[in-house]
């Protein structure tokens, strides 16, 4: 039963472009851009989980790595007219690289003291965005990158210029990410993880390197981060500084955190839930902050834990009758 709802949870996923076509014709184009923004930023958010959920490291950098990234590949392809794939795994090495260079030093800080490093970092990376005006062009802003175009040098080629085309193109990414996600936080590495997420000392006196395994996740998951920016230039074909700024870092948390920290479930569904939500909520921008925010009282009050806990639940008195 549970697979056949899945498989049919999947096929109405991949299916929604149509879907949407069918259902509201006239606003097909506006529904499409928001779904792909959810998907952009579920896969940003689950990032984010590596990070967070499954380490315990509170980082704040995201915006920096997401911004690191898209600005390679948003350079790489409108002045050095590098191909999509290559821009793409520019951004994603770019990101890494300042990730691995940055996260050495920061975690032998404190909890508390690497927090306040990473917004540091991410406030840094905002202020050279917008005035190292020669590369990133600043607040004038990178514009004209291309759509992106699939295939290898000498072989067909696939150009996504189509909203359904990009729709499922970032479906496609999201699914690797979850795909990465789940290997990286299952088996033998995700228990390294876990260990030292809940006891540090003790994964220390096991043979666990704290630091080995904190470094690695935080720089997996600014590579994942960066090619999500990268993504994410090539759809809107603009980036600007103010794509990188601190509000993505509280926009991540409240999807992880209300969503379900550490679990992919929580935050897929946060992900979909307060992304597409204040989109669906410009039907009424009177109550639209009211709402929202009610919203999410309500889910802190009913559920610290994140909607996990209430999704949890609900299985646990389905399965009980």
Same mark, same amino acid.
């Given at each position: 039963? %549970?697979?056949?709802?899945?498989?049919?949870?999947?096929?109405?996923?991949?299916?929604?472009?149509? $879907?949407?076509?069918?259902?509201?014709?006239?606003?097909?184009?506006?529904?499409?851009?928001?779904?792909?923004?959810?998907?952009?930023?579920?896969? $940003?958010?689950?990032?984010?989980?590596?990070?967070?959920?499954?380490? *315990?490291?509170?980082?704040?950098?995201?915006?920096?790595?997401?911004?690191?990234?898209?600005?390679?590949?948003?350079?790489?392809?409108?002045?050095?007219?590098?191909?999509?794939?290559? =821009?793409?795994?520019?951004?994603?090495?770019?990101?890494?690289?300042?990730?691995?260079?940055?996260?050495?030093?920061?975690?032998?800080?404190? !909890?508390?003291?690497?927090?306040? *490093?990473?917004?540091?970092?991410?406030?840094?990376?905002?202020?050279?965005?917008?005035?190292?005006? !020669?590369?990133?062009?600043?607040?004038?802003?990178?514009?004209?990158?291309?759509?992106?175009?699939?295939?290898?040098?000498?072989?067909?080629?696939?150009?996504?210029?189509?909203?359904?085309?990009?729709?499922?193109?970032?479906?496609?990414?999201?699914?690797?990410?979850?795909?990465?996600?789940?290997?990286?936080?299952?088996?033998?590495? *995700?228990?390294?993880?876990?260990?030292?997420? =809940?006891?540090?000392?003790?994964?220390?006196?096991?043979?666990?390197?704290?630091?080995?395994?904190?470094?690695?996740?935080?720089?997996?998951?600014?590579?994942?981060?960066?090619?999500?920016?990268?993504?994410?230039?090539?759809?809107?074909?603009?980036?600007?500084?103010?794509?990188?700024?601190?509000?993505?870092?509280?926009?991540?948390?409240?999807?992880?955190?209300?969503? *379900?920290?550490?679990?992919?479930?929580?935050?897929?569904?946060?992900?979909?839930?307060?992304?597409? $939500?204040? !989109?669906?909520?410009?039907?009424?921008?009177?109550?639209?902050?009211?709402?929202?925010?009610?919203?999410?009282?309500?889910?802190?009050?009913?559920?610290? !834990?994140?909607?996990?806990?209430?999704?949890?639940?609900?299985?646990?008195? %389905?399965?009980?009758?």
């Amino acid at each position: 039963m %549970r697979r056949a709802s899945a498989l049919a949870f999947i096929v109405m996923v991949v299916a929604a472009p149509w $879907l949407v076509a069918a259902a509201v014709p006239r606003q097909q184009r506006y529904v499409l851009h928001v779904l792909i923004f959810t998907v952009l930023f579920a896969a $940003l958010a689950l990032s984010y989980d590596l990070v967070v959920g499954h380490v *315990g490291s509170l980082s704040l950098a995201h915006p920096a790595f997401f911004g690191v990234g898209a600005y390679a590949a948003a350079i790489l392809a409108t002045r050095a007219r590098w191909p999509f794939l290559a =821009d793409l795994l520019a951004a994603v090495l770019a990101a890494a690289v300042v990730a691995a260079l940055v996260g050495v030093p920061l975690f032998r800080l404190t !909890e508390h003291a690497f927090a306040v *490093g990473t917004l540091g970092l991410a406030l840094v990376a905002s202020i050279v965005a917008n005035n190292w005006v !020669e590369v990133t062009r600043g607040p004038l802003c990178i514009t004209g990158i291309p759509k992106p175009v699939l295939g290898l040098p000498g072989g067909p080629t696939l150009a996504v210029t189509t909203l359904p085309g990009y729709y499922w193109l970032a479906l496609a990414a999201l699914a690797a990410v979850v795909l990465l996600y789940r290997r990286l936080t299952t088996f033998r590495l *995700g228990r390294a993880f876990h260990a030292v997420r =809940d006891n540090e000392p003790l994964a220390g006196a096991a043979g666990i390197d704290p630091l080995k395994y904190r470094l690695l996740a935080f720089t997996i998951g600014a590579a994942l981060a960066g090619g999500v920016g990268a993504l994410y230039v090539h759809y809107l074909s603009v980036m600007c500084p103010e794509e990188m700024t601190v509000a993505l870092t509280v926009n991540l948390l409240v999807i992880v955190f209300l969503g *379900g920290v550490g679990s992919l479930r929580g935050v897929l569904v946060g992900a979909v839930l307060f992304t597409a $939500l204040p !989109e669906v909520l410009r039907l009424a921008p009177t109550w639209r902050l009211v709402i929202y925010g009610g919203l999410l009282l309500l889910v802190v009050v009913r559920s610290p !834990e994140g909607i996990e806990s209430l999704l949890r639940r609900a299985s646990g008195a %389905r399965a009980g009758r």
